[in-house]
């Protein structure tokens, strides 16, 4: 049966396989685990012509039906981009393994001993847009955290998806795990009732804008990880050194424009504004990017550099993110004003300042909120492989844990285990209440 062909009764069906599959992996040890994320890495090598194939027709049919130019990028999975996303698999092989980690371990008294052990969600919903790759990073994450997945793409990257699930089954069925574990969805009508599998699904995980967020939120009882927009921003402060301003400027806007930690607004500081706006617009020009500017970004600019074309800047441009490469810039008279502007516009997913002074940098760290807030450096660190985490399931930029990158550490949950020899509670209560040692182990 193909995805495409589920009802509301079979999905049903579909989820409690995948619930039961997911149970068997959890107890699988480490090395059945990582073992049979190796056999994927191997399907989806072996499988690589296919993948791209099947990518390229969803490209051509996305072409013709005129998808967004950001949405594009995304889509396209060329075999350098898929070699890349393969080897990030096997990188998550390599990861300490998330279940088992003893939290707490702590004596309540001679024989009475309490441990609080990580151990697997369940199931995972995630549903995503146009990114094919997104669904080997997921599939990897949730083998090595034993979990199951069922995944919603974006119908633009359907033929991609499928090409790829197809592999990741021919994995793990070559060591012996049951395919199930990882289950792949087609259509809106799927994902609507994906939603309503609050039994079977333990987490739901979107990723797209924050509209989407909220709808997943609002028609959902099962518990939503949110992963919405990313208007990130550059704060260049007074202190700045130039140079560095410039280029981490220049690669947090240009170095991949539609992914969601690249900035979407650049505040200046009004006294580094007149040596520092010229060299950065003059950059960012030639890599063809469109500036939108304040007032007095575009005075300053319009004297000297005439040459670059600029537009004005309006409200909706500070809440916009552009997925191109499309960038507003301002001019701030403070620190403390760059900070609320961000905590006014920013999504809470990353952002950063670039300052010599080293107070400067602390007040903005402490104040800015967000998953992410860097110092001296590109918003464009900002992802789950470059902090070591091998991959991720997405950027959430909710306050609860987890938060920013999602690897497989926040994909765990925890249960307490009480291990004792016939002790019960009423010997620690009353007057003669025997009392607890409560020493850590």
Excluded at 264 to 289: K, M
Aim: some cysteine; glycine content about 6%; overall charge negative.
């Amino acid at each position: 049966m193909t995805a495409s062909q589920v009802t509301s009764t079979s999905l049903t069906q579909l989820a409690q396989h995948t619930r039961e599959a997911a149970r068997s992996l959890a107890v699988l040890p480490t090395a059945r685990r990582d073992q049979a994320i190796e056999a994927i890495a191997q399907a989806l090598d072996t499988a690589a012509p296919d993948i791209v194939a099947a990518n390229q027709a969803d490209c051509e049919t996305a072409l013709a039906e005129g998808l967004a130019k950001a949405l594009y990028g995304r889509l396209k999975l060329d075999a350098v981009k898929l070699q890349g996303a393969i080897a990030g698999v096997r990188d998550v092989a390599r990861l300490p393994d998330p279940i088992g980690t003893v939290q707490i371990h702590r004596e309540l008294d001679t024989g009475l001993v309490l441990k609080r052990v990580a151990c697997p969600l369940g199931v995972l919903g995630v549903i995503f847009e146009a990114r094919p790759d997104a669904v080997m990073q997921i599939a990897s994450l949730a083998i090595k955290s034993g979990n199951g997945v069922i995944l919603k793409g974006g119908r633009e990257a359907v033929r991609s998806c499928q090409a790829i699930v197809q592999a990741i089954h021919q994995g793990l069925e070559a060591v012996g795990i049951d395919p199930a574990v990882v289950q792949l969805l087609t259509t809106r009508e799927e994902t609507m009732a994906l939603l309503q599998l609050d039994q079977y699904v333990d987490l739901i995980i979107p990723r797209g804008s924050n509209s989407f967020v909220r709808f997943v939120q609002e028609n959902t009882r099962i518990p939503v990880l949110g992963h919405a927009d990313g208007i990130c921003h550059l704060y260049v402060d007074e202190t700045a050194d130039l140079d560095k301003a410039v280029a981490i400027a220049v690669d947090a806007k240009t170095q991949y424009p539609s992914a969601c930690n690249t900035i979407e607004t650049l505040l200046v500081h009004r006294a580094i504004a007149p040596q520092y706006l010229p060299q950065v617009a003059f950059a960012l020009h030639q890599r063809e990017v469109q500036l939108r500017v304040d007032a007095i970004a575009s005075d300053l600019l319009a004297q000297a550099q005439p040459d670059i074309p600029l537009q004005a800047a309006t409200e909706a441009d500070w809440s916009t993110e552009y997925s191109d490469l499309i960038l507003s810039i301002k001019v701030v008279d403070s620190l403390e004003a760059a900070i609320a502007h961000i905590n006014t516009y920013g999504s809470r997913h990353t952002e950063a300042i670039v300052t010599e002074s080293p107070e400067q940098a602390t007040t903005f760290i402490n104040q800015v909120d967000a998953a992410g807030v860097f110092h001296n450096c590109s918003t464009r660190f900002a992802d789950g492989f470059r902090y070591g985490f091998g991959a991720e399931v997405g950027i959430s930029t909710q306050k609860m844990p987890p938060r920013g990158p999602v690897g497989p550490e926040g994909l765990v949950t925890y249960k307490y285990q009480l291990t004792g020899d016939g002790q019960v509670a009423s010997t620690y209560t009353g007057a003669n209440a025997k009392p607890f040692t409560h020493r850590d182990l």
